[in-house]
């Protein structure tokens, strides 16, 4: 069995080398023209940097279907099953160009100052630029995705995929904005605001590979399901993380979360246990919480088994969407879709 280090070293090599790719495939999809300052603001998220684990799902599942090795083929020019040739690298920036979308609109939203260790995008160009750059990145995802060289009944299917996947990110978001104003959520509830905020873009950068190439309909809708699966345990080890890595490795205060009230799986469970959310720290300004007081809540939330449940739930997300690549060949990239999962809940910041 690989032990969780040598699982993140060969994680972090497989996504360090995709986004390498990625990172220079993204200029030449989205060069800066004129009006510049539009697309200087359209790509400020995007050369800011970013894991692009996204792109990496998608890029490999593509080398899985295909049954190469890793990083053997040209993504330009990669083989689809019949015969034909698709430029797998377009669709990749096109998943990420959709990411980079949600992450401006997200911040104007939540009128947050950071992302990626830089200024947010209204806060470097102003609120109407921000806003135009993020609908400028939405259109132009579509745009990048007509260019994969498919078969005109594929490309529609995958346009398709895109559009009903920016649909459900918008349907996510307003789910969670609703959230902050309700005093309880079901479980349900919050697993079906994960998976339509974070998760379907997973699921769309696992099985866009498989339409784009033609595969049959049984494997596009289980990759799918690997990327909900796995989206969603992601988000909750996310939940999990606010809580429990040190401030300092976040790139954050631990527990913003939990002071801003934001409902996740943790409260969701301890609220139902009898915890009182409202009551585990005093102070609703995330800047003036103490170590201390987390601390106090971290301890409480534990007691209460909600950390150790969202651990698990994410465990199990994480295995039931392992088992779904079984309609992949066993090669090299599959087990590395498999080692991404895995990581995806195991990970540190």
């Not at 993140?8 to 060069?31: M, Q």
């Not at 593509?62 to 430029?87: H, K, M, N, Q």
């Not at 299917?157 to 996947?165: C, I, N, R």
């Amino acid at each position: 069995m690989t032990s969780p280090e040598a699982r993140e070293r060969a994680v972090l090599e497989a996504v360090g080398e995709r986004r390498e790719r990625v990172n220079r495939a993204i200029p030449e999809e989205l060069p800066i023209v004129r009006p510049e300052r539009l697309y200087e603001a359209s790509r400020y998220l995007l050369d800011a940097g970013g894991k692009r684990l996204r792109p990496t799902v998608l890029l490999t599942t593509g080398e899985a279907l295909a049954d190469v090795s890793p990083l053997s083929t040209p993504y330009r020019r990669f083989p689809g099953l019949d015969g034909r040739t698709i430029d797998l690298m377009a669709a990749a920036v096109s998943v990420e160009v959709i990411q980079s979308f949600t992450l401006i609109h997200d911040d104007i939203m939540d009128d947050d100052d950071l992302r990626r260790g830089v200024p947010a995008v209204h806060r470097e160009y102003d609120v109407e630029t921000a806003i135009l750059a993020g609908d400028t990145l939405y259109s132009k995802a579509f745009e990048i995705m007509l260019e994969t060289g498919a078969p005109p009944d594929r490309a529609v299917e995958a346009l398709e995929v895109l559009a009903t996947t920016c649909t459900r990110i918008c349907e996510g978001q307003s789910l969670d904005v609703s959230f902050e104003a309700r005093g309880e959520v079901t479980t349900e509830e919050y697993l079906e605001m994960i998976e339509q905020k974070t998760a379907v873009l997973y699921a769309a950068s696992a099985s866009l590979p498989a339409i784009l190439m033609g595969a049959d309909d049984e494997t596009i809708e289980a990759l799918s399901g690997y990327g909900l699966d796995v989206g969603r345990a992601f988000q909750i080890q996310d939940d999990v993380l606010d809580l429990t890595v040190p401030s300092e490795k976040l790139g954050k205060q631990r527990g913003s979360d939990l002071v801003e009230e934001k409902q996740t799986l943790i409260t969701v469970h301890a609220r139902q246990h009898g915890v009182d959310i409202e009551g585990l720290v005093d102070t609703e300004d995330v800047d003036r919480v103490t170590e201390g007081e987390i601390d106090d809540a971290v301890a409480e939330l534990e007691s209460a088994g909600s950390i150790e449940y969202a651990n698990g739930m994410a465990r199990t997300l994480a295995d039931r969407g392992k088992d779904r690549l079984k309609v992949l060949p066993d090669n090299e990239a599959r087990g590395l879709l498999e080692d991404l999962a895995d990581y995806l809940i195991e990970r540190g910041y």
